[in-house]
């Protein structure tokens, strides 16, 4: 079981960037696809963005593709989300997780940490 504690958000200008860290624990990270969610306020957690075991492969939900980058550091035990062109849409809580599923309904299958808060505003 992999736990995780998010860290990184903050208030940025729409346009701005962000990179948030995800740091976690257990002696299955590496063997485990890592992912970030979301959830904005009264919606459901939404996918953004997932990456394999190796870190090989990347992907996107089709709200960010082309503006926010995976990856991650296995020596660290660390899991980065860059985010760029970032709009007020993109406000909500951010989680990471160990990830299953098939595309596009993948989900998050270890134990949620608390998340870290973005707010993009003017």
């Known amino acids: 079981q992999v736990h995780v504690v998010e860290s990184g958000g903050g208030l940025v200008q729409p346009g701005g960037s962000l990179r948030l860290s995800c740091t976690a624990s257990?002696?299955?990270?590496?063997?485990?696809?890592m992912g970030w969610f979301r959830q904005a306020p009264g919606k459901e957690r939404e996918f953004v963005a997932a990456?394999?075991?190796?870190?090989?492969?990347?992907y996107y939900g089709d709200s960010v593709k082309g503006r926010f980058l995976i990856s991650r550091d296995n020596v660290k035990n660390t899991v980065y989300l860059e985010m760029n062109g970032l709009k007020p849409a993109d406000t909500a809580v951010y989680y990471c997780?160990?990830?299953?599923?098939?595309?596009?309904?993948?989900?998050?299958?270890?134990?949620w940490g608390q998340g870290t808060q973005v707010t993009v505003s003017s």
């Open positions: 990456i394999s075991k190796s870190g090989d492969n990347q």
């Open positions: 257990g002696r299955t990270f590496s063997r485990d696809a």
């Open positions: 997780n160990s990830v299953a599923g098939l595309r596009p309904n993948y989900y998050g299958s270890g134990s």
